[in-house]
């Protein structure tokens, strides 16, 4: 198949890219590359620096599948520019709809969050829950999601509302909770734990690229919304399974500034015949493994919001 990858060189593209080829596709990845470039040359692979704003410039048609992954990604990201956010995840998803439309894409799987059910104590938080999204990103994955399902007449619409993601990747993300509450116990000797009863749904790297996999190839009667997490944990479980693992201390710190809350039930996705095959355990072993071997290490731009801080914001917007 022909794929368009917007968001290629990110923490979820950088894994999922490799796997993509492997599977025999040819791949256009398109990405800003703010967080630079870790995808590897491969003859199937067209990997550009462009702005999904640019997206008319690309000279391809026929695509089989577009997985829209770019965005800025998380919450305090999104509030360091909020009219970036918009335009970035919004007008630029419509810009890219247009694109697909124009150039007869059949399908398009996107990267939304299952944050846009907001805070909830619900034990079952399934698709069909309503939306009440607190924090500007999560407002910005609502209304593009909303863009999206309005072409659903002329392109296959499969929407993903992933967990948080973790485990390894070679554009390594230390600001998801599993992936930093692992590094700073293997780093620091310590495992930092603000509030800490936050529940939060989790998924590993390999099955969310193995949901994208699974998508790819599934028919076109299951277009549709889906959730994707697996493990639904307070902050401070996860710190005690890390603690458990690695042998570091816990810190707890009464803060409420991340009130962000809510479990993720899908149970629609394994009913259609998903099976996930990772788990946050098998995350923090291989995170250790890396860091153990030496493969991974600190580095600013593993941290987005402090990267974007430093690099773009500086160099566009102030
Ligand atoms: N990682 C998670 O825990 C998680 C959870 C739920 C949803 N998601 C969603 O999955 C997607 C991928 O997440 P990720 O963790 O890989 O994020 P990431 O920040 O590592 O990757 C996003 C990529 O998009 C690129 N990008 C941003 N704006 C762009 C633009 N205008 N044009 C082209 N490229 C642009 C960035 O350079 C970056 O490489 C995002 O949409 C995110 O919101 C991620």
Not at 142 to 169: D, H, Q
Not at 211 to 229: C, P, Q
Request: aromatic fraction near 10%; include cysteine.
């Amino acid at each position: 198949m022909k794929i368009l990858v917007t968001g290629g060189c990110g923490y979820v593209g950088s894994v999922l890219i490799p796997k993509l080829l492997n599977d025999g596709h040819k791949i256009i990845s398109i990405d800003t590359k703010w967080f630079g470039d870790y995808l590897p040359k491969h003859k199937n692979l067209n990997n550009l620096k462009l702005d999904l704003q640019n997206i008319n410039k690309l000279k391809i048609k026929n695509l089989d599948c577009c997985i829209h992954l770019a965005s800025i990604a998380n919450d305090p990201m999104a509030e360091l520019d909020k009219n970036l956010s918009w335009e970035t995840s919004a007008l630029n998803t419509y810009n890219l709809l247009e694109f697909l439309k124009k150039t007869k894409t059949k399908r398009i799987i996107y990267a939304s969050s299952g944050s846009v059910y907001g805070i909830s104590k619900k034990k079952r938080v399934t698709e069909q829950t309503g939306l009440k999204p607190i924090s500007l990103y999560n407002k910005v994955k609502m209304v593009t999601e909303r863009i999206i399902l309005s072409y659903s007449k002329e392109i296959e619409t499969f929407i993903i509302r992933p967990a948080t993601v973790c485990g390894y990747s070679p554009r390594m993300r230390l600001d998801v909770t599993v992936n930093a509450l692992t590094f700073s116990g293997l780093h620091k000797g310590k495992i930092n734990v603000f509030g800490g009863k936050q529940v939060r749904p989790n998924i590993h790297i390999d099955d969310m690229c193995e949901i994208y996999r699974f998508f790819i190839k599934k028919n076109r009667k299951y277009a549709g919304i889906y959730n994707a997490g697996f493990e639904n944990k307070s902050i401070l479980e996860i710190a005690n399974i890390i603690k458990k693992k690695i042998g570091s201390k816990i810190v707890i710190y009464n803060d409420k500034s991340d009130p962000r809350s809510y479990r993720l039930d899908s149970t629609k996705i394994t009913e259609i015949g998903f099976k996930p095959r990772k788990n946050i355990k098998s995350a923090i072993s291989e995170i250790e493994t890396k860091y153990n071997k030496k493969l991974l290490k600190e580095k600013d731009n593993y941290y987005s919001l402090k990267w974007l801080k430093k690099t773009l914001l500086k160099k566009t917007f102030i």
